[in-house]
């Protein structure tokens, strides 16, 4: 009886020493998942940073110009204007709209600071319905790209009327 209770005493020092050093490695698994998403937010806020001081260096009068209810074929350009409020010259390496029916068009060359520039765009006004883009514009300035965005509506073009319907009768020759 003695050797059962020992044994059983044994177990269950051995089961709580088990469960002691479990316990201690999922506490050191969640620091360090802790410490991953502390350096996750510092990466984030980081770039945020980043990005916020690019905007500094680039103004922009608008980043989303709507080009409101337009009529199918109508105006299909429009202008964003920008300063450049960095020390240094401003190149815009390329600008990319998020589909085939937006195209920008960027200066060629660089700005100096304190100039002004635009970002030309066209959008694909044959195309019915409604309409949000972007274009993503890449500078010298900074790795964070700039986004403008387009929006609006294309209303189908209006027939114009036709004349008064022809008489179809059989006994007027005229």
């Known amino acids: 009886m003695k050797k059962v209770l020992w044994t059983l005493a044994l177990l269950l020092s051995v089961t709580v020493l088990s469960f002691g050093q479990a316990q201690k490695a999922e506490a050191k698994k969640m620091d360090k998942q802790n410490l991953e998403q502390r350096l996750d937010a510092a990466k984030i806020q980081e770039v945020g940073t980043k990005a916020a001081e690019t905007k500094q260096k680039v103004t922009f009068q608008e980043t989303t110009i709507d080009y409101g209810t337009l009529e199918q074929g109508g105006d299909p ?33 660089h ?64």
């Open 77 to 109: 350009y429009r202008v964003f204007n920008f300063t450049n409020n960095s020390d240094e010259p401003l190149i815009i390496k390329s600008a990319r709209g998020s589909c085939g029916c937006t195209v920008p068009e960027i200066p060629e060359g």
């Open 111 to 174: 700005i100096e600071p304190g100039a002004t520039g635009q970002i030309k765009v066209k959008y694909d006004t044959q195309r019915i319905g409604s309409f949000q883009k972007s274009v993503t514009v890449y500078t010298n300035l900074s790795e964070e790209p700039f986004q403008l965005y387009i929006k609006g509506n294309v209303k189908p073009k209006e027939k114009a009327p036709e004349g008064l319907p022809e008489k179809k009768n059989p006994f007027n020759n005229n």
